[in-house]
């Protein structure tokens, strides 16, 4: 249950911090910033969608079109984008074709860098916690 959690924590993180890293380097692509509740609602419903969407994606696409395994994450990503810019109280806005595309490589990059990274971290004080 622990590591439920934790992965779940992990997932929430590296999706804030991909969506502030295209804020941060992106024009076009906007995280409202006076709206906390919507930054988060955001965060959440991205982590959310990108955690249903990803594995989702991947059945369909290794049954039909093998070829295009490859492009899973950034499909997943820019359709749980798509959905979080739609809901209206997501504190989040995207505009111009090129935030999209650009948008959506950069989220996709940060969060699988932060996934890869961050478990580590916290499976490494788990440990040492439990042996303490």
């Known amino acids: 249950m622990l590591t439920l959690l934790i992965r779940a924590a992990i997932f929430l993180v590296s999706a804030f911090l991909g969506l502030v890293a295209a804020d941060l380097i992106l024009p076009g692509f906007t995280l409202h910033w006076d709206d906390w509740w919507g930054i988060l ?3 959440v419903i991205f982590a959310v969608l990108q955690s249903i969407l990803a594995p989702w994606l991947f059945t369909i696409t ?35 074709p090129v ?28 440990v040492q916690d439990r042996r303490e």
């Open 41 to 43: 609602l955001a965060v």
């Open 62 to 96: 290794r049954r039909h079109a093998n070829a295009l395994i490859g492009g899973i994450g950034l499909l997943s990503t820019f359709v749980a984008l798509l959905i979080a810019v739609l809901i209206p109280a997501a504190g989040i806005g995207i505009n111009g």
């Open 99 to 126: 935030a999209w595309i650009i948008g959506t490589l950069i989220v996709w990059l940060v969060t699988a860098l932060a996934t890869w990274l961050l478990p580590p971290l916290f499976i490494k004080k788990r």
